[in-house]
């Protein structure tokens, strides 16, 4: 019998990672190999602000060096994801530059604030400790996933504009309707125990409301719509419309997939 054979979706995530990408992840897990083999190498290639004005060096290779487990395993799998993204569309060579310069300043910004800490605090930890990793360039990779896609949303928080947003003709911060409740964040069946509770905060801090909630979910004023809320309601309800179309694709795609592997199946037991 033969074993089943992953599927090209998920060979495809794990696939493709760029030449320059694999080797900056041998250089970061061999950094890490380093330093826990021989410990007093960290004081030569980790940041150390006492020690930065002789050892130079040190501005260019912290980055590079993960003192912890957890993060050569963060710092590997961010460069190999993001940079399977990222240097298709830059290119090796400006991808490695822009590795080579956050690193950099990230770097002496380290510095800058370890010893301005220091003439703070007057506590001579901000010197003597060593600090090194490739956070800094992870980063900047997110900067650059944001101007290459910015439509696109990472679920990194669900925290959006319009719950901070102050509406001029509503006087509202933020977005009033009930699909964005704060119970929303939560599971359905805690809905109905979070929305009391959240009630008692909204009047505590928002006041009473006289809005009726159908006027609040269509921000309506004496019968008339106020500025804005058609545009509003409009989108949302193309947003609505194209999920639930791709899902009744996604559904159809998926019944005829296994309608013809029924087919397959019977033919073949025909023969």
Known sequence: MSSPQPSGGTMSIYTGFTRLCKGLAVVLIG???????????????ALIP??????AWNLFTAGYIEQSIIGVV?????????????????GSREFLKFIFVVNFLTSVC???????????????????????????????????????????????????????????????????SDEFAFSTFFP???????????????????GRRSETPDQTR???????????????????????GA???????AERLAAAAARTDETRRDASENV
């Open 188 to 206: 359905e069946f805690l809905r109905r125990i979070i929305d009391p509770v959240a009630t008692i905060f909204e009047r505590m801090f928002c």
């Open 74 to 90: 963060i710092s590997t799998v961010g460069l190999l994801f993001i940079g399977k993204l990222l240097e298709p569309i830059w």
């Open 110 to 176: 380290v510095f800058i604030t370890a010893i301005s800490l220091y003439y703070v605090t007057r506590q001579e930890l901000y010197l003597y400790l060593p600090i090194s990793g490739f956070q800094g360039v992870l980063s900047g990779f997110l900067v650059g996933i944001k101007q290459i896609i910015p439509d696109q949303e990472l679920s990194l928080l669900r925290i959006k504009q319009k719950y901070w947003q102050r509406k001029p003709e509503t006087k509202l911060r933020g977005d009033p």
């Open 218 to 240: 269509g921000y309506t004023l004496g019968g008339a719509s106020l500025p804005g809320s058609d545009s509003i309601d409009a989108s949302r309800r193309r947003e609505r």
């Open 243 to 249: 999920r639930a179309l791709e899902e009744r694709l």
């Open 50 to 55: 006492a020690k930065t004005i002789p050892f």
């Open 31 to 45: 950094g890490h190999i380093v330093v826990q083999i021989m410990p007093p190498a960290v004081s030569y290639l």
